[in-house]
């Protein structure tokens, strides 16, 4: 799951990066509205995270202009300014959702969540796969009922896969879904990921499409 975080302040969207990396989520992080816009353009992020006090454009604008991009992209609004006109002015400029700050990490959290599951690519929070279960709530995996022990981008990789179970997904697209485009990435990191799953939850859970990418068979 890619998220662009549009946050000018430097402390709040270091920590927000940090906490939303531990939940698995590939983050992006600009502090601009003019940058924010470009990236929706180019980057098609899945959610943005969109403080609305922002440094060059304000929020609900760069919310208009994403909405001219991308009509249905889901977008949650950060603020500091918790009155009924900014929260209605938001929402009426097509946010899906709005959170005043200071807000609680597992809030944040659980608003993205719900978010990820209007996408439909987490339309349960469990993803069952033959013997292979995923929460996406407390990211428990389990094969054959017992508990599986995943470092965190394996199990980004598991759930990209998992919750596209049937499509062939490519090493780019799966990379930006485990990658922020700060990160560095070896060009083997996605290999040695999948090595890593098939010795866990056996050779042929993970199919290989040759010259394609990679896909799970559904369920
Ligand atoms: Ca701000």
Known sequence: MQLLLVEDDPALASGLQRALQNEGFAVNHV?????????????APDIVILDLGLPDIDGIEV?????????SLPVLLLTARDTL?????????????????????????????????????????????????????????????????????????????????GKVQTRNALESKLYGWEDEIASNALEVHIHNLRKKFGADFIKTVRGVGYTVKKA
């Open 85 to 165: 006109d900014d929260k209605v002015a938001g929402l009426d400029s097509g946010a899906d959702d709005y959170l005043a700050k200071p807000f609680d990490m597992p809030e944040l959290l659980a608003r993205l969540r719900v978010l990820e599951r209007r996408l439909g690519t987490a339309l349960s929070n469990e993803i069952s796969i033959g013997k292979v279960s995923l929460s996406t709530d407390s990211h428990h995996v389990t094969s054959d009922g017992e508990e599986m022990e995943l470092s965190k981008r394996e199990y980004m990789l598991l759930k990209a896969l998992m919750e596209n179970a």
């Open 31 to 43: 502090a601009s509205g003019q940058h924010a816009v470009s990236i929706v353009n180019t980057e």
């Open 63 to 71: 919310l208009k202009q994403i909405r001219k991009i991308h009509a």
